[in-house]
C-alpha cells in the first residue's frame, strides 16, 4: 500500500509539474491582463499624462454615446460573413481532392499560401487588383462595358472587400482540415449506402456532412473568434477606418483610442473589456447551440 500511495504521489507530482507552465501562462497572459484591462476600464489613464483616477462608469458611457463605436460594433458583426462562404468552398475544395482530383496536390499547395503569406504583402496585391482607375478586377469588367465600383473608398464596397479577400485567404487552411476529416470517414458506410441504392447527393447529406460537424463546429468557432478580432485588413485596406468609418471594427477602434492622438487607455480598455465579453457570449452561445446540430457519434 505504501508503494501505491508513493507511487500514486509521484504520479500526481509528475502531473503537475507538466500542468504547472500552463497555469503560468493562463495566469500571466490571461488573467492578470484581463483583471488589469477591466480595472483601467474604471479609470481616466492617458497615456500623456501620469496621474489615473478612478471614473466609475464614465467610460462606459461615453462608450454607449459614441456613434463611432457602435458603428464599429456593426462592421466586427459584418466580418463574420466570410465564415460560411469559406467553410463551404473549402468543404467542396476538399471533397475533390479527397476523390483524387488530377493536380490536387499541386492545387493544395497554391490554395494554402495565401495563409502562410504575409498579410501585408496579400494586402498591397489586393490593393492593386481592386485599384478603382488601374486594378485588374475593373480593367477586366471595363471589357464588357461594366463600371466598376471604387473598391477601396466605397463606404458599402469597401468592406466587401476585405470580406472578399478573408474568405479567400482561409480557403486553403480551412480545406486542410475538412480533408483531414473526410480521411476519416470509413469508407464502408459509403460502400453500404451505395448498395442500398443511395445517390450522390444523399451521400453526401447523409454521410459526409453529419460526420464532419464536429470539424466544422471547431472551425466555426476559431472562425469567428478570429473574425470578430478583424484589424490588420482595415488598418491596410483604409484611412482612419475608411470613409463615415465605414470599414473600422472594435479592434480598430480599441487601437485608435489607445495609440492614437488621445491616448485614451482608460476608455480602451473599457472598449476591450466589453469586447472580451462580446467575444465570450459569442463563444458560449455557440458551444451550447452545437448540442443540437454536431455530431458526436454513437
Known amino acids: 500500500m505504501r508503494k501505491k500511495g508513493r507511487a500514486g504521489r509521484i504520479e500526481a507530482a509528475w502531473g503537475l509539474a507538466f500542468i504547472v507552465p500552463s497555469m503560468i501562462q493562463v495566469l500571466f497572459f490571461f488573467l492578470i491582463p484581463a483583471a488589469f484591462c477591466i480595472y483601467a476600464g474604471f479609470t481616466n489613464w492617458n497615456v500623456l499624462q501620469r496621474s489615473q483616477s478612478f471614473v466609475g462608469m464614465a467610460n462606459f458611457a461615453e462608450l ?98 476585405i470580406v472578399i479577400m478573408i474568405a479567400w485567404k482561409l480557403i486553403g487552411i480551412t480545406s486542410i482540415y475538412y480533408l483531414a476529416a473526410l480521411k476519416n470517414i470509413p469508407g464502408t458506410l459509403y460502400e453500404a449506402a451505395k448498395i442500398d441504392g443511395a445517390s450522390p447527393l444523399q451521400l453526401f447529406v447523409r454521410i459526409t456532412l453529419p460526420l464532419t460537424t464536429p470539424i466544422t463546429f471547431f472551425l466555426l468557432t476559431v472562425g469567428a473568434v478570429g473574425s470578430l478580432q478583424t484589424f490588420v485588413e482595415v488598418q491596410l485596406f483604409t484611412t482612419d477606418g475608411g470613409r463615415n468609418y465605414s470599414a473600422a471594427t472594435l479592434v480598430y477602434y480599441i487601437w485608435q483610442k489607445a495609440f492614437g492622438v488621445s491616448g485614451e487607455m482608460g476608455l480602451a480598455s473599457a472598449a476591450a473589456a466589453i469586447f472580451g465579453l462580446f467575444i465570450m457570449i459569442v463563444t458560449v452561445l455557440q458551444f451550447k447551440f452545437s448540442k443540437k446540430w454536431v455530431y458526436e457519434g454513437g
Open 64 to 161: 454607449f454615446g459614441d456613434p463611432k463605436f457602435w458603428k464599429a460594433a456593426g462592421n466586427t458583426i459584418y466580418m463574420l460573413i466570410p465564415i460560411p462562404i469559406y467553410l463551404f468552398l473549402a468543404l467542396l475544395f476538399a471533397i475533390a481532392c479527397n476523390r483524387g482530383t488530377p493536380g490536387n496536390r499541386v492545387f493544395r499547395v497554391l490554395y494554402y499560401l495565401p495563409y502562410i503569406s504575409s498579410i501585408v504583402a496579400l494586402v498591397v496585391m489586393w490593393k492593386y487588383l481592386f485599384n478603382y482607375q488601374y486594378g485588374l478586377i475593373n480593367s477586366v469588367l471595363s471589357l464588357f462595358d461594366i463600371q466598376g465600383p471604387n473598391w477601396l473608398t466605397d463606404p458599402d464596397w469597401v468592406k466587401r472587400t
